[in-house]
Nanobody
Framework: QVQLVESGGGLVQAGASLRLSCTASGRTFGNYAMGWFRQAPGKEREFVAV????????YYAASVKGRFTISRDAAKNTVYLQMNSLKPEDTSVYYC?????????????????WGQGTQVTVSS
């Protein structure tokens, strides 16, 4: 069973940076896609970024492109989301997700495994 544990959330001011981590366990992830999603109160869960474990291809939501960077460290079985120039509208619970396959999946229902989420709050 795949387990995902997120960390790194917190309360920051607008313009600051945060780095989220997602440590994966339970299997080898050579042919997996790892995604980050977020969900604000009263809103649907939305795609943020995805990386393929093999090859490191990435894709971003338009709202975060140029500000967020997704990466993975195979040796640590960890995926990161570096978030720069944070805005109040980035405030959400951020979730890490995983599924087998090498495409750049962007829909929440395409993912099989989810972490518990980590809160990011950006004050103005």
């Amino acid at each position: 069973q795949v387990q995902l544990v997120e960390s790194g959330g917190g309360l920051v001011q607008a313009g600051a940076s945060l780095r989220l981590s997602c440590t994966a366990s339970g299997r080898t992830f050579g042919n997996y896609a790892m995604g980050w999603f977020r969900q604000a109160p009263g809103k649907e869960r939305e795609f943020v970024a995805v990386v393929t474990w093999s090859g490191g291809r990435t894709y971003y939501a338009a709202s975060v492109k140029g500000r967020f960077t997704i990466s993975r460290d195979a040796a640590k079985n960890t995926v990161y989301l570096q978030m720069n120039s944070l805005k109040p509208e980035d405030t959400s619970v951020y979730y890490c997700a995983a599924r087998s396959g090498s495409y750049l999946y962007t829909a929440p229902d395409e993912y099989d495994f989810w972490g518990q989420g980590t809160q990011v709050t950006v004050s103005s």
